[in-house]
């Protein structure tokens, strides 16, 4: 305030009735991390190549031949590099969701029915997902 800053030591427990480790909480926390990381840089990545893209159709549409043509065929380079990696990266992430909803919807029943067999509340499944729209 005014041009001050003022600090304050804070410790942060975990809530006892919460049955996550530290270890899994770190764990929890360099996964998210990753997750943030790559959308960042995916993000980044966009907002490098929409400037350029701008850039490439203002030169395509307003310029001689020679250039309209050099401008379309890097305009193609883009759109190819942009095009050519989303299969691959849409199918992994197809085979990741494919892996959760097979742990959710029939590893769990089988769990789940271990532990009804032991008079022991079964763990609700989670909603399906659907594949991710790769087309």
């Not at 041009?3 to 998210?32: E, F, I, M």
């Not at 942009?82 to 909803?101: D, H, I, Q, S, T």
Request: glycine share 6%; charged share 20%.
């Amino acid at each position: 305030m005014n041009g001050k800053s003022y600090t304050q030591s804070l410790t942060v427990k975990n809530d006892p009735r919460s049955p996550p480790t530290l270890a899994d909480l770190r764990a929890q926390h360099a996964l998210a991390m990753k997750i943030y990381d790559g959308i960042r840089e995916a993000w980044d990545g966009y907002q490098q190549v929409n400037p350029m893209r701008t850039g490439v159709t203002a030169a395509r549409t307003e310029s001689p031949a020679e250039v309209a043509t050099a401008a379309t065929a890097f305009q193609a380079k883009l759109n190819e590099a942009m095009l050519k990696a989303f299969p691959g990266a849409c199918a992994e992430l197809g085979k990741v969701v494919a892996a959760w909803r097979s742990l959710n919807e029939t590893e769990l029943a089988a769990f789940s029915a271990g532990l009804a067999k032991n008079n022991v509340k079964p763990v609700a499944a989670a909603p399906a997902l659907p594949p991710p729209p790769c087309s």
